[in-house]
């Protein structure tokens, strides 16, 4: 077990990279806000099937945050991830402080139109500007071949695809299945937030998203599927259903009111229980 190396500013890693990519490496980079878990490490562990050499970071993004969100209670431990990264044989960790990322008169918000607007676009409008700032910065900081993001983020995904596409940024962009536990609620980091309670309840959000996307897939229309889905999560004791929409897979635009018929759809879901939001999403058929 190697413990990876860790790095603070953008000159130390374009130091390793250098290196690696002059020995004829391919580098991989894995961004992430840390409170890793394995969700994370399976991220790192596909990374490691396309490239020799693999990045992960570690940045509590402050400019994804709107001020009434959860920045400063998000979990926080490097010494933990710093752990978990060696137990996958991670090469190195790029854990930059905030002023490394934006330093003083920082103005630039990489915005990326359409796929970003709706669903978490709409419920969290500062969201996409600083998740695409970000990811941008980092790929051309750290100049990797690969990255991967993991479908539990889908829209995230596919926000982030859309902005290395249109700003030629040459990386390879890899989507990664979603983590779950046995329970099938999918791993996130803010599920530490949720009480004994709450996350026994928190069950009913994976178990109505596949009931939503199984009847869908066998011909219900979509927006009775989603209202089934809405009262099944209310009925568990969720409160506030930001939404449950099935939409089309790859541009996130409406799909419905009627049966799919033979589009390609992603059935995707927040919703609130006590003070934490879940999402979740997965494949209709
Ligand atoms: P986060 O640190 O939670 O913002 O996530 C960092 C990366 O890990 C993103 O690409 C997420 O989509 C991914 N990720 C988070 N949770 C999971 C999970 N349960 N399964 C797979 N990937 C995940």
């Known amino acids: 077990?190697?413990?990876?190396?860790?790095?603070?500013?953008?000159?130390?890693?374009?130091?390793?990279?250098?290196?690696?990519?002059?020995?004829?490496?391919?580098?991989?980079?894995?961004?992430?806000?840390?409170?890793?878990?394995?969700?994370?490490?399976?991220l790192v562990r596909l990374a490691q099937q396309h490239a020799e050499r693999v990045i992960a970071t570690v940045f509590v993004n402050p400019k994804q945050f709107?001020?009434?969100?959860?920045?400063?209670?998000?979990?926080?431990?490097?010494?933990?991830?710093?752990?978990?990264?060696?137990?996958?044989?991670?090469?190195?960790?790029?854990?930059?402080?905030?002023?490394?990322?934006?330093?003083?008169?920082?103005?630039?918000?990489?915005?990326?139109?359409?796929?970003?607007?709706?669903?978490?676009?709409?419920?969290?409008?500062?969201?996409?500007?600083?998740?695409?700032?970000?990811?941008?910065?980092?790929?051309?900081?750290?100049?990797?071949?690969?990255?991967?993001?993991?479908?539990?983020?889908?829209?995230?995904?596919?926000?982030?695809?859309?902005?290395?596409?249109?700003l030629d940024i040459p990386v390879e962009i890899i989507g990664a299945p979603t983590a779950r536990a046995e329970d099938g609620l999918a791993l996130s980091s803010r599920n530490a937030y949720l009480s004994a309670e709450e996350r026994a309840a928190a069950v009913a959000l994976p178990t109505a998203m596949k009931a939503a996307a199984a009847a869908v897939a066998q011909g219900a229309r979509i927006d009775e599927a989603e209202r089934s889905a809405v009262e099944?999560?209310?009925?568990?004791?969720?409160?506030?259903?930001d939404y449950v929409e099935v939409r089309e897979a790859s541009d996130l635009s409406r799909l419905g009111p009627g049966p799919i018929g033979d589009a390609t759809g992603r059935i995707l879901v927040a919703a609130w229980l006590g003070k934490t939001r879940l999402i979740d999403n997965m494949a209709v058929g």
């Open 1 to 42: 077990m190697t413990s990876p190396i860790i790095v603070r500013t953008v000159a130390e890693m374009r130091e390793h990279v250098r290196a690696w990519k002059a020995a004829g490496q391919r580098v991989a980079v894995v961004p992430t806000m840390g409170a890793l878990h394995e969700g994370h490490l399976s």
């Open 66 to 166: 709107a001020p009434h969100e959860d920045f400063d209670a998000y979990p926080r431990g490097e010494a933990a991830d710093a752990e978990k990264l060696a137990l996958v044989g991670c090469d190195l960790l790029f854990a930059p402080n905030a002023t490394e990322m934006y330093a003083p008169g920082f103005s630039t918000l990489v915005s990326v139109s359409g796929v970003s607007e709706p669903l978490e676009g709409a419920a969290r409008p500062q969201f996409f500007g600083g998740v695409a700032t970000v990811v941008a910065k980092l790929f051309i900081q750290s100049q990797a071949d690969v990255a991967v993001f993991g479908e539990k983020d889908y829209q995230q995904l596919q926000v982030v695809r859309r902005m290395a596409r249109d």
């Open 232 to 241: 099944a999560l209310k009925a568990a004791g969720f409160g506030q259903v």
